[in-house]
């Protein structure tokens, strides 16, 4: 995870949690660098709700977790609700970085978006914390921005879908016979996106209910046949 913003400071020592595992040598550990104490506050929240058992993360259990004191944290965040805005930020920064590359390196739209589909339920799978943000569970009683601001990541996802199928579609008119991908005369970027989309929120949802035990790629290859084609 990349930090969000570099010119935090490091947690001082005063606002260290020295109540238990305490140094009797006096000896502290190597200060983190301006930024990493955010980005490790970040990693130690997906890092929690990866649990498989869901629970409300306050910010006295995060505190807990690193060993700091709750005001440590707030040199750093200004609330827990920032801090569930960074683990959005690099959500849309990992997927839209990687769906540029995927544009940038398929030529045909359909496979764009078939690529597309499979890196966002790998993604889920890599990171089941962070399936929790985008399916909305963890922001349960947290700032209603949050969820508009995911709402909003899942939009712009849709929209990019629905611009590769646009050029598959235009692939099949331009071509005749001889397209990569063939596609029914009656083909719907827009709705064969809005599919799509659902799908994939249907997998991150079933794969967060299952204990992050049922895997959201299973027998992704041939849905997506039936979706996309």
Known sequence: MQPTDRHDPPVDDEHRDTSSNSNTSGARG????????RVHILQTLAAMLEAPKSEKITTAALAARLGVSEAALYRHFASKAQMFEGLIEFIEQSIFGLINQIVSKEPNGVLQARSIALMLLNFAAKNPGMTRVLTGEALVGEHERLAERVSQMLERVEASLKQCLRLGLMDVNTQAGNAAVPL??????????????????????????????????????????LILQ
Do not use: N
């Not at 190597?30 to 104490?37: A, Q, T």
């Not at 991150?204 to 046949?225: C, D, I, K, N, Y």
């Open 30 to 37: 190597p200060r983190m660098k301006p930024g990493e104490r």
């Open 184 to 225: 029914p005369a009656d083909y719907d970027p827009a709705v064969r996106a809005s599919l799509l989309v659902s799908y994939i929120i249907g997998r991150w949802h079933r794969f967060a209910r299952s204990g992050f035990s049922r895997t959201p790629g299973e027998h992704a290859e041939a849905q997506l046949l």
